[in-house]
Structures are given as structure tokens and as C-alpha cells.
């Protein structure tokens, strides 16, 4: 059991390039999230799926598409790169009846130079 | 005015101390209240929750809540040089809305 994976552990992109944040969990949870932790931020969410073929904004969307590819998979995609993308990205996924308990990912750190 | 405050420190003490971690909060709408726990270049992770007022307690760790002051606290007694992290606090407003709100963490050494 891996619980929630994430890859890449770190990137770094020239602004303007894109990429795709992968993340997977072998709970069977509905509900995904990924959010950005910035210093001084706390962790802000960008967009969440609350079940396979669902997604949502969160606090923080724009410049980020997701995709629900199953129920074990939540994409993350920075079409266009831009410096103020540089943070560490968190993926995580809720325990169904649970009082909260999110389950976090190790993390993705991207800078954008 | 965020929904959640949370002091980000860093709070420095001595092993053995007492900790008190606190963060306030404005939408009476919260029910749920937690505090996770993260690592240095770590995922958090999920340390307590407790519903409504009250308090919690979890070995040297106790939560506690006061609905009417709209603030939360996490006290760590006998702290540990292993306690060394950022304490985060979130909340909900009912279960099954799903959707956490977190405080900005506060950044905890525990010096030997």
C-alpha cells in the first residue's frame, strides 16, 4: 500500500513550458486534491475532484487544468509556465465517512525560472 | 481577513517544555478542526480532529476548542526534539463538504 504517489519529486521549467503533474492513490478515496505550499502561504488548494469525472476550482485555479483520469489518478498541467508557479505541490486524496483525513503526497517541488 | 490565522512563528523551546499552538478563525459555519503535522520536505500528515467544542486528548498531545472565541489550540507537553515541525491547522464546516480550510502552519523546534 503507497498510499499517495507523486511524480516528479522536482523540476525545474523555463517559463512558457508546460508540464503535467502526475498523482496516483491506492486507498480507493473519491476525492482528490492538489494544492500549492508557498512560505508564509499555508497550503492552498487549486482544484479538486470530489469523484471520478468531476472537478472543481478551488481557491487558486488559474494558470492549472486537471484532469480525473480514474479513480486513482489526478492530473495536474501547467499549460504555460510562469515564475509565479514556482512552489511545492502537494496532491491528496480523503478518506470516504472519515472526519477529514486527508491523505498527503511527498511532494512536488518545480521552480520556474 | 483570511477565514483562518495562524501565527507562522518560528517557535523555538527547549525540550521538555510545554508548546501551545493556537489559531483563530471567523466562520462560525466550522465544525471539524484539525491539526496535521509536517515534516521538513515532507507531506503533512493528520495528528488530531475533534468536532464541535471541547477537548481532545492523544498521549502528550491535547486539542482543544472554544466555539465561542472561535479559537483552537494544540498543546504538546513533554515536548520531544522529534515534535520539530510546522503544525498546520484546518477546519471544515460540516462533513462531507470536503473542501479544508488550512491556517498558514507555525514552524516548531524543539532544541536538546
Known amino acids: 500500500n503507497a498510499g499517495v504517489t507523486q511524480t516528479p519529486k522536482f523540476q525545474v521549467l523555463k517559463t512558457g513550458q508546460s508540464m503535467t503533474l502526475q498523482c496516483a492513490q491506492d486507498?480507493?478515496?473519491?476525492?482528490m486534491y492538489w494544492y500549492r505550499q508557498d512560505p508564509g502561504m499555508g497550503l492552498r488548494l487549486i482544484y479538486y475532484s470530489a469523484s471520478e469525472g468531476t472537478t472543481d476550482k478551488g481557491e487558486v485555479p488559474n494558470g492549472y487544468n486537471v484532469s480525473r483520469l480514474n479513480k486513482r489518478e489526478f492530473s495536474l498541467r501547467l499549460e504555460s509556465a510562469a515564475p509565479s508557479q514556482t512552489s511545492v505541490y502537494f496532491c491528496?486524496?480523503?478518506?470516504?465517512?472519515?472526519?477529514?483525513?486527508?491523505?498527503f503526497g511527498p511532494g512536488t517541488r518545480l521552480t520556474v525560472t | 481577513q483570511k477565514e483562518v490565522e495562524q501565527d507562522p512563528g518560528p517557535l523555538s523551546v527547549p525540550e521538555g517544555a510545554i508548546v501551545s499552538l493556537n489559531c483563530t478563525y471567523s466562520n462560525s459555519a466550522f465544525q471539524y478542526f484539525m491539526w496535521y503535522r509536517q515534516y521538513s520536505r515532507k507531506g503533512p500528515e493528520l495528528l488530531m480532529y475533534?468536532?464541535?467544542?471541547g477537548n481532545k486528548e492523544d498521549g502528550r498531545f491535547t486539542a482543544q476548542v472554544d466555539k465561542s472565541s472561535k479559537y483552537i489550540s494544540l498543546f504538546i507537553r513533554d515536548s520531544q526534539p522529534s515534535d520539530s515541525a510546522t503544525y498546520l491547522c484546518?477546519?471544515?464546516?460540516?462533513?462531507?463538504?470536503?473542501?479544508?480550510?488550512f491556517g498558514q502552519g507555525t514552524r516548531l523546534t524543539i532544541n536538546p
Open positions: 491528496a486524496s480523503l478518506r470516504q465517512g472519515a472526519a477529514y483525513e486527508q491523505y
Open positions: 475533534t468536532y464541535s467544542s
Open positions: 486507498m480507493n478515496h473519491n476525492s
Open positions: 484546518a477546519m471544515n464546516p460540516i462533513q462531507g463538504a470536503q473542501k479544508l480550510v
